[in-house]
């Protein structure tokens, strides 16, 4: 079985596979080709690739046209899937929900497509998660961030000219990254709040040394859907979190924002009369800015500024972690491929009936074949 990687484009500094895993598929059979520099920006080069056994190419197409498996982080041109055989896999984050036209015409090349954000959150698959890979170093990088740009310290320090105070730390959404976030802002000696509408969580908050704040209603302990995510709550509910959040935001330092619902916007929770109750100085970083953004006044890609209080807006925070983030990655795509590698004959041998492959595959043979995708059911 042969896998080539090409290069990403210029705003993606990951890479699909790292020295580590072409190793490992080197061993379990495969021929791994990799396209020059294409590592570089994750700090790996061409001859730590030749190391672990994969072979160079000069282009793009030479790394990707006798593949039966291609391994990307982010959707590829047209162009590229055209260069690879009919019928190989192309494997990566589509963004399947985005550009609809843009997907079918990849579809149309004829290759099968396999988008990892679709990966089912079951057990077998946790080792294939890429939302949890990625999001789990997005809350590190925020707090991260946030830290450097705050212009006093996080941590009490008590000095002989006095006492630096602690900095407060709310955390509004604690999925994966809000549970890296309340981890990374206590590691650096905040005050640490978070909220989430989500009573399972408020355990995992505590347990982590922050405290737990959110509307515990009737409603709030219904909140969670079987797959373990928020539902979109009730306009009552919302007046009543937003008055708690009000009340809460206006003595904070940093606001970190992670609230996201599959197959909505992200809900509004920061609105610019909060921005407004904030002290000058203090920072908001909008975690759901793709998806629209928690804050009112969040440009996504962009820093905004309102009478002292900075919001981040930026995007693709794991890219910022590009050697941690290349290195899960790639170790998600491992675990969801080295099933598929028949023992004994090395060849690719997709089980097109398993779950893993139901729930991820979104092409084939030209057409669109995921449920989700073809009717645009986004949870
Ligand atoms: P997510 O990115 O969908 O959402 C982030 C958080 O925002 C969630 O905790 C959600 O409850 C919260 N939120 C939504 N609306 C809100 C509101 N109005 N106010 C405050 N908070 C709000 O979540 P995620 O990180 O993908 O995690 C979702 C769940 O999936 C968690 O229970 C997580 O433990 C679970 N999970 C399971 C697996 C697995 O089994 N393989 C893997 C990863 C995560």
Same mark, same amino acid.
């Given at each position: ?37 294409? &590592?570089?920006?994750?700090? *790996? =080069? !061409?001859?730590?690739?030749? @190391? /672990?056994? +994969?072979?160079?190419?000069? $282009? ?31 494997? &990566?984050?589509?963004?399947? *929900? =985005? !550009?609809?036209?843009?997907? @079918? /015409?990849? +579809?149309?090349?004829?290759? $099968? ?36 740009? *705050? ?8 000095? +002989? ?219």
């Amino acid at each position: 079985m042969a896998i080539g990687v090409p290069a990403e484009g210029s705003e993606e500094p990951r890479i699909g596979l790292t020295p580590e895993t072409v190793k490992k598929l080197v061993k379990a059979g495969a021929k791994v080709t990799v396209r020059s520099g294409a &590592g570089l920006r994750s700090h *790996f =080069s !061409d001859d730590d690739y030749k @190391e /672990a056994g +994969a072979s160079i190419a000069k $282009s793009d197409e030479d790394a990707v046209s006798d593949a039966d498996v291609v391994f990307t982080v982010r959707r590829p041109s047209v162009d590229l899937a055209k260069a690879m055989k009919k019928g190989a896999a192309l494997i &990566g984050m589509l963004d399947p *929900f =985005s !550009d609809r036209a843009g997907l @079918e /015409a990849l +579809a149309k090349t004829g290759v $099968s497509l396999f988008s990892m954000e679709l990966m089912p959150r079951i057990t077998r698959a946790q080792s294939m998660d890429v939302l949890s890979s990625q999001s789990n170093l997005a809350g590190y990088k925020a707090v991260v961030n946030a830290s450097a740009a *705050f212009e006093r310290a996080l941590p009490m320090m008590m000095t +002989a000219a006095g006492t630096v105070p602690a900095a407060r730390v709310f955390v509004m959404g604690v999925g994966v990254a809000g549970l890296q976030a309340i981890a990374t802002a206590r590691r650096l000696g905040a005050i640490v709040t978070a909220t989430d509408v989500r009573p399972a969580v408020k355990e995992q908050v505590a347990s982590l040394g922050a405290k737990f704040i959110a509307v515990e209603d009737e409603e709030f302990k219904q909140a969670e859907t079987s797959g373990g995510y928020a539902k979109e709550m009730s306009d009552d509910y919302k007046k009543k979190q937003a008055e708690l959040v009000a009340e809460h935001v206006k003595n904070q330092d940093i606001v970190i924002t992670t609230a996201l619902i599959p197959g909505r916007p992200a809900p509004k929770l920061i609105s610019k009369a909060m921005i407004e109750s904030m002290k000058p100085g203090s920072i908001i970083v909008d975690l759901a800015a793709e998806r629209g953004g928690n804050a009112e006044l969040t440009k996504p890609g962009e820093t905004a500024e309102h009478k002292g209080v900075r919001i981040f807006g930026q995007l693709n925070l794991p890219g910022q972690v590009p050697v941690n983030a290349s290195s899960l990655y790639a170790r998600n795509l491992q675990a969801f491929i080295e099933p598929f590698i028949d023992k004994e004959t090395k060849e690719l041998a997709i089980d097109w009936e398993d779950e893993l492959a139901i729930g991820t595959a979104i092409a084939r043979d030209g057409a669109i074949v995921n449920e989700r995708v073809a009717g645009g059911k986004t949870s």
